[in-house]
C-alpha cells in the first residue's frame, strides 16, 4: 500500500493552475506522466503536480509545448521529472532564474501560491494528509475548512482566510473550463 500524495487530474490541474483535461494532454504528449498508475484512472505522484506546475511555468514564459517535450526527451524522459532537476538551461530551455523552483512552489500551495504570494497558510506536503493542500501546521485541509468552516478546526481567521483565498484561486482555473468538481 502507498503511503503519501497519489492525485488524479483535476487535483493535480488545480495545484497546477490549468484546466483539468490539460493534465491528460500533457501525459499523453509526453510533457509528464502519470507515475503512481498510468491506467484509468491515471494517477499521479506528488513530484508528477512539480512537473506539471514546470511545465505551466515554462509556458507563461513564452517556451512552446514542442520545445520542452524536446528537453523532457533530452534530460531523460518522463519519467525521471526532468524539468524539476534544474538542469533546463543544459537543453537550452530557460533557466527558472527569478521563479520559484516548482518544487517549492508545489509546496507553498502551487500554482495559486505564484498568484497570491501572501497565502502563509498553505502547504503541500506528501507526508502530510496524502498531500493534500492543507492549512500550514495543523491536521485539517484546505477543502474542510472550506465546507465546514475553520472555526470548526481551530483555525485562525487568517488561515482560515488563506484557505478560502487558495480554494477560490486553485478552483477557479477548472470551473471556468471543466465545471464544478
Given amino acids: 500500500m502507498r503511503i503519501g500524495a497519489g492525485y488524479l487530474a483535476h487535483e493535480v490541474a ?10 491528460g494532454q500533457w501525459a499523453r504528449w509526453g510533457h509528464i506522466r502519470a507515475s503512481i498508475s498510468d491506467g484509468e484512472p491515471h494517477v499521479y505522484a ?15 514564459r513564452g517556451v512552446r509545448l514542442p520545445a520542452i517535450r524536446a528537453a523532457v526527451e533530452r534530460l531523460g524522459g518522463a519519467g525521471e521529472h526532468p524539468l ?30 505564484r498568484l497570491e504570494p501572501s497565502l502563509r497558510w498553505i502547504e503541500v506536503d ?19 475548512v472550506v465546507r465546514a468552516g475553520g472555526e470548526a478546526f ?27 468538481r
Fill in 46 to 60: 506528488w513530484e508528477d503536480a512539480a512537473e506539471a506546475l514546470a511545465v505551466h511555468d515554462l509556458l507563461e
Fill in 84 to 113: 524539476c532537476s534544474g538542469e533546463l538551461q543544459s537543453v537550452g530551455l530557460l533557466p527558472l532564474d527569478g521563479h520559484v523552483p516548482p518544487a517549492d512552489l508545489l509546496r507553498r500551495g502551487g500554482w495559486a501560491a
Fill in 14 to 23: 488545480r495545484l497546477a493552475g490549468v484546466p483539468g483535461d490539460r493534465i
Fill in 154 to 180: 481551530g483555525c485562525s481567521a487568517e488561515q482560515e482566510a488563506d484557505a478560502l483565498r487558495w480554494w477560490e484561486l486553485a478552483t477557479g482555473f477548472g470551473s471556468r473550463h471543466d465545471g464544478p
Fill in 126 to 144: 506528501p507526508a502530510r494528509m496524502r498531500g493534500r493542500p492543507c492549512v500550514r501546521g495543523r491536521r485539517v485541509t484546505v477543502e474542510d
